[in-house]
């Protein structure tokens, strides 16, 4: 099968995509909308998949040049004749994808597109609505998103849910041999944008950090509100208890994971989160947002612990308890790997994509 891969940039999640479609034996062609100013992926593109050269990929997404990106689009679909085209963010990608006439199109979600920006005007509400109805089929990594694409007019019978997991071998329990050590140690990778609420992570590590000495922070990535970020720490009195790791490769990422003791996501929009999956992978013990989508992976106090969503009290005094029963967080590291192997193994999950390029195409 020959087919386009249309994403905004070339991320972690485009790169294992796209390696599973080419490992699947199909040929690939991978257009990229805009440059990589905020995706990293140190990896090489994957062998066999064919980057297209055409005038977006260079800067980010502009409406105003949304004629010339479809116009140049569809002079690909003629030159390239795909079976497929498999698209998303909704608003963006795909978006141009339906706009360029050609068929069959699959639109993915990305969970933001649905979560987030659909709710920014009503433009980005025909724009959804127009793009999937044009869509032969929909997918996403999490129920909460794929009910938003069928309250905005998609076919449900035309829709599929799996999370894009990860790799179960490479994400692994880590040894608990040799790691006594002094302190307790909470970790976030989350980038530091708004929607992520990393600011609400500050605000409560200094609250927690004020009434125990013994906990520290680890915070990788980065991002828009930085600075907003270090002057919270700064302010409380804690900034030289916090690590910052900044980006880091996913070959290195479970060894960060490792150093910790608690994984915590404070974000306010998401789908199925790929680094919630990772840390459960890695057998680390999780307190995350109460957000519909984090709800669909953490059973409260079985594998993890959910906190009422930007508010930094609450979220404090669950690290405070976490803190407190030490004794519980091997079980629920252990729970937390379980529920990676039963739903988040990405070998497994990508053949659901496989199957629904062969629906499609028959």
């Known amino acids: 099968m020959k087919l386009i891969y249309f994403s905004l940039g070339y991320s972690t999640h485009d790169y294992r995509f796209l390696k599973a479609i080419s490992d699947g034996g199909h040929e690939v062609f991978f257009v990229q909308l805009e440059g990589n100013q905020r995706q990293v992926e140190s990896r090489t593109m994957p062998e066999h998949v064919n980057q297209v050269i055409w005038k977006g990929g260079r800067e980010p997404f502009r409406w105003a040049n949304l ?10 679909t003629r030159e390239i004749k795909p079976d497929l085209i498999h698209a998303g963010p909704i608003q963006t990608c795909a978006f141009i994808a339906a706009l360029s006439g050609f068929r069959p199109i699959l639109t993915m979600s990305w969970g933001f597109d ?28 999490a129920k909460v998103t794929r009910d938003k694409a069928v309250a905005y007019g998609m076919n449900p019978e035309k829709t599929i849910v799996f ?37 609400v ?44 790791g900044g980006q880091v490769s996913q070959t290195d990422l479970p060894r960060w994971y490792h150093m910790a003791d608690l994984y915590i996501s404070p974000s306010h929009v998401d789908g199925s989160s790929v680094s919630l999956m990772e840390a459960l992978a890695c057998g680390l013990p999780c307190l995350v947002s109460d957000i519909p989508a984090n709800k669909e992976w953490i059973i ?11 508010d930094a009290g609450h979220l404090a005094g669950k690290i405070l308890a976490a803190m407190n029963q030490r004794e519980k967080m091997p079980g629920v590291g252990r729970a937390g790997r379980r529920s990676a192997e039963r739903r988040a193994d990405w070998k497994k999950n990508v053949a659901v994509l496989m199957n629904v390029y062969r629906n499609l195409t028959k």
């Open 163 to 199: 999370p894009w997991g990860v790799d179960l071998e490479h994400f692994r329990m880590r040894n608990a041999e040799g790691r006594i050590r002094e302190g307790f140690v909470l970790f976030c990778n989350r980038a530091w944008e708004t929607r992520y609420g990393v600011d």
């Open 201 to 244: 992570l500050a605000r409560a590590f200094v609250k927690a950090a004020q009434q125990r000495e013994d906990v520290g922070l680890i915070l990788l990535n980065g991002g828009s509100q930085g600075a907003q970020i270090r002057q919270i720490l700064q302010s409380g009195g804690v900034l030289d208890r916090v690590t910052f």
């Open 300 to 310: 409260e106090d079985e594998n993890g612990w959910l906190f009422r969503d930007g």
């Open 67 to 76: 004629a010339k990106l479809t116009f140049d689009f569809r002079r690909l």
């Open 114 to 141: 649905l979560m987030d920006d659909v709710h920014k005007s009503r433009w980005m509400e025909h724009v959804t609505r127009y793009t999937l109805w044009r869509s032969a089929f929909f997918t996403s990594d």
